[in-house]
């Protein structure tokens, strides 16, 4: 990337974790001339500026937005078509929106109905975050080392998706490009059923007799297999209603292995349990 800022604004609309944390990259190597922040909570807001994450803030999207030819939706992504509405006609002419949203697919097409004739809009999605939310949680080493899905279209207006690329990459992320509906079944099931499974793990205990009690000796596995289910809840509400059909895929797949350890437990069958197990175990140390 050469010394001049590749754009004159950036507004990054929800400065939480990925939000604050891009914007800060954006903001310390000079990608853009100003960094603009977007939010509700005043608070939040005050602490980016304080971090150095942001330049200034407003807590009115449409005026955030005016003036930039970078836009970076990083709020609740069941919040996006309702903010892309409200803000497309306060926006530049071609300037880049992008976001971070873990659900695509059909999503993508309707953000590109929106955006069509006024805004050049890529779809990403960096792998990359923690149960913290807020500007607060903001690492500007958060994305090294993490993929980045692009899922372009053919829609997509190849500069301004070479434009989001370069961006990623300058913060450290390895970009990948994926179909926006494979994206939705991959991600069903390595992402977004694994976060169902923490909080139902949770809650189950919660209801067992003596649940409550056994919290305070949860350590270890418990605690790793959790840990997920300390996101931030309205999130992953959206995720689950916008990805639903491939999370009910993955939900069903994994009920029914539930239900064959289940059954084998039941009948004492050992050596099917050790299979069973053997067989994950191999496939988990795929996973670096």
Same mark, same amino acid.
Request: with cysteine; hydrophobic share 45%.
């Given at each position: 990337?050469?010394?001049e ?6 507004t990054?609309i929800g400065?939480g974790l990925?939000?604050g ?6 903001r310390?190597?000079g ?8 939010g509700?909570?005043?608070e939040?807001l005050?602490t980016?500026?304080?971090m150095g994450l ?11 937005v005016?003036?930039s030819d ?5 709020c609740?992504?069941g919040s996006?078509e ?7 006609p ?8 992008t976001?971070?949203?873990?659900v695509k697919?059909?999503?993508?097409t309707?953000l590109e109905?929106?955006?069509y004739?006024k805004?050049?809009y ?5 792998i990359?975050?923690?149960?913290r939310s807020?500007?607060?949680a903001?690492n500007?080493k958060?994305?090294h080392g993490a993929?980045?899905i692009?899922?372009?279209t053919r829609n ?9 690329s370069?961006l990623?990459?300058?913060a450290?992320?390895k970009v ?7 994206h ?6 390595v992402s977004?059923?694994?976060?169902l499974?923490a909080?139902a793990?949770v ?7 003596g649940?409550?009690?056994?919290i305070?000796?949860?350590?270890g596995?418990f @605690?790793?297999?959790?840990?997920i289910?300390?996101s931030?809840?309205g ?10 059909g491939?999370i009910s895929?993955a939900?069903g797949?994994y009920?029914?292995s539930l ?5 084998l437990?039941?009948?004492?069958d050992g050596?099917?349990l050790?299979?069973?197990?053997? @067989?994950a175990?191999?496939?988990r140390?795929?996973?670096k």
């Open positions: 990337m050469s010394a800022p590749r754009f004159s604004q950036a990054v400065v990925i939000g944390s891009i914007a800060g990259v954006i310390s190597r990608i853009a001339r100003a960094v603009v922040g977007v509700r909570n005043k939040n005050d980016a500026v304080r942001i330049d200034r803030y407003s807590q009115d999207a449409k005026k955030g005016s003036g970078l836009v970076i939706l990083c609740p992504v996006f309702q903010v892309a509405r409200e803000i497309k306060y926006l530049e002419d071609q300037a880049i929106v976001d971070a949203g873990s697919g059909g999503l993508v309707r109905e929106i955006f004739l805004a050049r890529v779809p990403a999605h960096p990359a975050g923690s149960e807020g500007a607060e903001a500007l958060l994305f993929r980045c692009l899922t372009p997509t207006d190849i500069k301004a998706l070479e434009a989001v370069d990623w990459e300058v450290g992320a990948e490009r994926m179909d926006p509906f494979d939705d079944r991959v991600f069903g099931m977004h059923l694994p976060h499974a909080y793990m809650v189950a205990l919660t209801q067992m007799d649940g409550e009690d056994a305070s000796y949860a350590a596995g @605690k790793d297999f959790t840990r289910a300390g931030h809840p999130m992953w509400r959206d995720i689950c209603l916008l990805n639903s491939n895929d939900l797949m009920i029914k239900e064959k350890l289940r059954a437990m039941e009948s004492g050596e099917a050790l299979s069973e197990f053997e @067989k175990r191999v496939v140390q795929r996973i």
